[in-house]
């Protein structure tokens, strides 16, 4: 079937359940919001929604879809109104899809890191994610940070062509949520500091995004400058804390046997810098384009990483090479102050090439819409 002789109807698929969900909870809650956004800027796109494909009765105000201008439909009115659906942070059921493809209609796979998550789950028997199924897709999208391990894998097990697309960001939440702040509590970098709160954020689900380089980035700062730290905060690890590995290996570090490090729970950046942090170090394995790193970037603080999709931006260290992203941590306390003003204006320029509003983004978008005809 060709493309209807009309505008398309797109929806975005969005895991919703009942009770307490914070957008903060993940990028991919964020993302699905940013792609409804785009299409209903699309010159292609009649109308665009989130749908809902887990059956909720209501979305938490946490989630702040109230505010941002995007309508949600469930999947029995997303069956006989759409088009087009993305299948992203909830996936649709096979019948669905089945009566979906019958009438006429296409459908992509926006998938994420989800070989490293795959292998993990399907190695150690825990339980499936994204596993393969048998269901009929017209494309799969992925953004350029997975290209490299994950596009063969996605192409075979899917049968479907791989589509690279731009990652897509704007801080209409974080806006939000700084705004949400508590008078005189700021976000944004502040000079002057004689000694640094450092943080990590990595979120220690999986091997894609850990503590464990952060932490040895940290040691090796540490070792070399260790009166630049106030304190090392690392968030994400409660759990970790529980577990004998973990213990043994952090046991092994100055940074906690002296008691700079401590082990924090999960928190929204923007709340969390305000409060605690300088400084941003992390680590991610093959997922080099993330919302923590434009988050910091908009904050203007000092984001020491080893994406190379944002070399030229904040400091950089390579691989896992612990002891340049040592040196570039004592680099960013010993010059961040100087290089402030330049810093922030590259990265408001950078930013501003992943809004849903910027050109290149819409009319990439546009035409992957097109190709599923």
Request: glycine share 6%.
């Given at each position: 079937?060709?493309k209807?002789?009309r505008k398309?109807r ?14 903060w909870?993940?990028?991919?809650f964020?993302?699905?919001v ?9 010159p ?5 929604f ?30 006989e109104?759409?088009?087009v659906?993305?299948e992203?942070?909830s996936?649709v ?8 493809r019958a ?10 890191n ?11 028997n ?12 017209d494309?799969?999208?992925a ?5 490299n391990i ?10 479907a062509p ?6 897509l ?6 806006d939000k ?18 000694r ?15 503590s ?5 980035v940290?040691e ?6 260790p ?11 409660i759990?970790?804390?529980e577990?004998v ?7 092994s ?20 810098m305000?409060?605690?942090g ?5 680590h991610h394995?093959?997922?080099g384009?993330n919302?923590?790193?434009y ?19 904040g400091?950089f ?8 992203g040592?040196?570039?941590l004592?680099?960013?306390f010993?010059?961040?102050y100087k ?10 320029h950078?930013?501003q090439?992943?809004d849903?509003?910027h ?15």
């Amino acid at each position: 079937m060709s493309k209807p002789n009309r505008k398309l109807r797109v929806g975005v698929t969005i895991h919703i359940r009942d009770g307490h969900q914070s957008i903060w909870e993940n990028g991919i809650f964020q993302n699905c919001v940013f792609l409804v956004q785009l299409f209903n800027l699309s010159p292609e796109v009649e109308i665009a929604f989130l749908v809902n494909g887990s059956g909720a009765k209501e979305v938490h105000p946490s989630m702040m879809f109230d505010q941002v201008g995007v309508e949600m439909i469930d999947l029995p009115t997303a069956l006989e109104t759409l088009d087009v659906v993305i299948e992203m942070s909830s996936q649709v059921p096979e019948d669905w899809l089945e009566k979906f493809r019958a009438k006429g209609g296409r459908i992509a796979w926006m998938r994420m890191n989800d070989y490293a998550i795959d292998v993990e789950r399907a190695v150690y028997n825990l339980p499936p994610a994204s596993v393969c199924s048998s269901k009929v897709y017209d494309a799969i999208w992925a953004i350029p940070c997975h290209r490299n391990i994950c596009s063969d894998y996605f192409a075979i097990t899917c049968r479907a062509p791989v589509k690279i697309v731009p990652h897509l960001w704007t801080p209409e939440f974080i806006d939000k949520g700084i705004s949400s702040l508590s008078n005189g509590v700021k976000f944004g970098y502040q000079s002057g500091k004689p000694r640094w709160r450092v943080c990590s954020f990595e979120p220690n689900l999986n091997t894609v995004k850990t503590s464990i380089t952060p932490m040895l980035v940290c040691e090796e700062a540490y070792r070399k400058k260790p009166a630049m730290f106030d304190f090392i905060r690392i968030c994400n690890t409660i759990n970790a804390k529980e577990y004998v590995g973990f213990v043994n290996f952090a046991r092994s570090l100055d940074i906690v046997n002296h008691g700079v490090a401590s082990f924090e729970g999960r928190f929204a950046i923007y709340e969390y810098m305000a409060h605690y942090g300088d400084a941003i170090v992390s680590h991610h394995w093959e997922n080099g384009q993330n919302y923590l790193y434009y988050e910091a970037l908009y904050g203007g603080y000092p984001l020491i990483h080893n994406s190379e999709c944002i070399r030229d931006l904040g400091y950089f260290y390579p691989d896992f090479d612990c002891q340049a992203g040592g040196e570039a941590l004592v680099r960013a306390f010993e010059n961040h102050y100087k290089n402030q003003v330049n810093y922030n204006a590259k990265a408001a320029h950078f930013l501003q090439t992943l809004d849903i509003r910027h050109q290149h983004n819409v009319d990439a978008y546009t035409t992957e819409l097109i190709n599923l005809y």
